[in-house]
């Protein structure tokens, strides 16, 4: 594996503050592999899978 790039999520509903306005923006990593060139991403470990909500 080696680091293929990188991206940024913003972050910005949470339920437990849902009439305030708050933004989180989360950074992470892309590695790819050098055997099948397959990508990962890193997880937002908070973040609802395929969405700007947290859990």
């Known amino acids: 594996m080696y680091s293929y790039g990188a ?8 339920p437990d503050l849902p009439k305030q306005k708050k933004y989180i923006e989360f950074s ?3 590695f790819r592999c050098t055997s099948c060139g397959e990508t990962i991403t890193e997880d937002i470990p ?4 395929f969405t ?3 859990a």
């Open 7 to 14: 991206f940024s999520v913003l972050i910005k509903d949470f």
């Open 28 to 30: 992470g990593h892309r």
């Open 46 to 49: 908070c973040q609802c899978p």
């Open 52 to 54: 700007r909500v947290t």
